[in-house]
């Protein structure tokens, strides 16, 4: 089995693949939920998603991604990359320093984007524009699984490429 197939089953057997009737983070409704934190709340599964993600990192000075989910992924990959990064939250905190972002964002760095889960890009894309508003370089961006539900399209238009691990298709077909 190759480390391909191997994250996949993983999601699947992690329980990070559930079928029913949910309401998704952009609204939709669908008959899948894919929840990454169940997968990287295990130390072995959180190494094969780091790794995984840490093998695609490439040619960037940093990492960073949005508060909950892309949390652990940007420490992992961060380990295993050596690439430092910075967390953004969703909102303000409203009290200490009150930023968006934890962790430095030089202007002119080139900072690959981390997420676990698209379905129609939003957050990530507002991670994309508080980024560039701090002076980063941001075109591309590394996601555990794209749902394929507009994401890439969207962040086509801010011209930023999205790059997955997994897709959802890829979930639904494995262990049928």
Do not use: N
């Not at 934190?37 to 960037?60: I, Q, S």
């Not at 905190?93 to 997420?115: N, S, W, Y």
């Amino acid at each position: 089995m190759d480390r391909h197939e191997a994250l996949v089953r993983m999601l699947r057997e992690s329980g990070a693949v559930r079928f029913g009737t949910f309401t998704l983070a952009s609204g939709k409704t669908s008959d899948v939920y894919v929840d990454i934190k169940a997968a990287w709340t295990d130390p072995a599964r959180l190494e094969l998603l780091g790794r995984a993600l840490a093998d695609r990192v490439g040619d960037v000075d940093r990492l960073a991604g949005m508060e909950l989910g892309a949390v652990p992924l940007l420490a992992a990959t961060s380990l295993y990359a050596r690439r430092p990064f910075a967390v953004v939250r969703k909102a303000a905190k409203g009290h200490g320093t009150d930023q968006r972002i934890e962790g430095e964002v030089p202007p002119g760095a080139r900072f690959l984007v981390l997420e676990d889960v698209t379905t129609t890009g939003g957050s990530v894309a507002d991670t994309v524009a508080l980024l560039r508003g701090r002076g980063a370089k941001v075109d591309r961006v590394l996601v555990v699984v794209d749902r394929g539900e507009g994401a890439r399209e969207r962040l086509g238009t801010l011209g930023v490429s999205l790059e997955s691990l997994a897709t959802l298709e890829e979930l639904r077909g494995a262990g049928s």
